[in-house]
């Protein structure tokens, strides 16, 4: 994997949660130096902190390697945790229902119970077996606003992350209009590995964006197609609600979803899926049957 720039994590070890700098030799414990004042990295983002984080973990050895540790959602309560839907040209077209691209995206929200941190397995439940996967570029508000202009959006922006948007398919058709029921399963999806402080457009605009399953490549685009591109996803949310610093946004899955196979190919136990971003890293998550 190309080498990455310093990012923030949130993990467990040693019996509790901390926060923390990763580095490619591996995790600069922070807690001790921080955690008095942030609870977790969404305090950080809300206190402007990251410029100070980094710094702080600047030529110091790491404390742990990745795989010592138990790798948490990175922000774990925010206040808005909102998803977009359909927001590639293929995954358009998947619907097959002779519409054009819509002029609006589709959204919903997501609870932060949904999710589990990178090398957790995500839970197939005993309700259905259609657990499926979708890789998505995730981004984290720093600076809060309402209705925030589309040339000022990328400054709202504090981090960007992943997500596997993980989904039971056949519960997000139990209603007329809505698919909440299918994506708020406890422990389907992942959120991370990590935050990748956001300093420049290149690391959105047109980045490949690539899911996974046990090696096999499922879903692979490029943002620069996104039909809502991050500062539209920016200014669109926020004319109707204000968003706040930690707020999460899932932007959306290229084609390509276990559901779009004839016949599907669902998510099942022992499987492994990997969503991977250029300059963000990889979400790794294994499945499990719900005990």
Same mark, same amino acid.
């Given at each position: 994997m190309t080498q990455l720039p310093l990012r923030l994590a949130a993990f467990h070890a040693d019996g509790a949660d901390r926060i923390g700098v990763v580095t490619d030799a591996g995790i600069v414990d922070l807690t001790a130096d921080f955690g008095t004042r942030f609870a977790g990295l969404k305090e950080v983002i809300e206190g402007a902190a990251i410029p100070e984080l980094l710094a702080a973990a600047e030529g110091r050895q790491p404390d742990c390697a990745q795989d010592q540790v138990r790798w948490l959602i990175p922000i774990a309560n925010?206040? +808005?945790? #909102?998803?977009?839907?359909?927001?590639? !040209?293929?995954?358009?077209?998947?619907? +097959? =229902?002779?519409?054009? &691209?819509?002029?609006? !995206?589709?959204?919903? #929200?997501?609870?932060?119970?949904?999710?589990?941190?990178?090398?957790?397995?995500?839970?197939?439940?005993?309700?259905? !077996?259609?657990? =499926?996967?979708?890789g998505e570029v995730t981004i984290v508000i720093g600076k809060g606003g309402r209705r925030i202009p589309r040339e000022e959006a990328y400054d709202h922006i504090a981090a960007i992350t992943l997500c596997n948007e993980g989904t039971i398919r056949d519960w997000v058709r139990h209603a007329k209009f809505n698919v909440t029921q299918g994506k708020n399963w406890d422990r389907s999806g992942a959120i991370g590995p990590w935050l990748v402080p956001f300093t420049k457009p290149e690391q959105l605009d047109d980045i490949r964006l690539e899911t996974r399953v046990n090696g096999e490549v499922r879903q692979s685009d490029r943002t620069g197609r996104?039909?809502?591109?991050?500062?539209? #996803?920016?200014?669109?949310?926020?004319?109707?609600?204000?968003?706040?610093?930690?707020?999460?946004? @899932?932007?959306?899955?290229?084609?390509? &979803?276990? &559901?779009?196979?004839?016949?599907? #190919?669902?998510? +099942? !136990?022992? =499987? @492994?899926?990997?969503?991977? &971003?250029?300059?963000?890293g990889i979400l790794r998550n294994g499945i499990e049957d719900e005990a």
């Open positions: 925010p206040e +808005k945790l #909102i998803c977009i839907g359909v927001n590639f !040209p293929d995954r358009n077209a998947e619907y +097959k =229902d002779g519409q054009e &691209a819509p002029g609006r !995206p589709s959204m919903f #929200i997501r609870f932060p119970r949904s999710f589990v941190g990178h090398g957790e397995n995500l839970v197939r439940p005993p309700e259905s !077996p259609q657990l =499926d996967y979708e996104m039909m809502y591109d991050f500062r539209y #996803i920016v200014n669109y949310v926020s004319t109707f609600c204000t968003l706040v610093p930690g707020d999460v946004i @899932v932007c959306g899955t290229p084609t390509g &979803a276990g &559901a779009r196979f004839d016949p599907p #190919i669902w998510l +099942k !136990p022992g =499987d @492994v899926v990997e969503v991977e &971003a250029e300059g963000i």
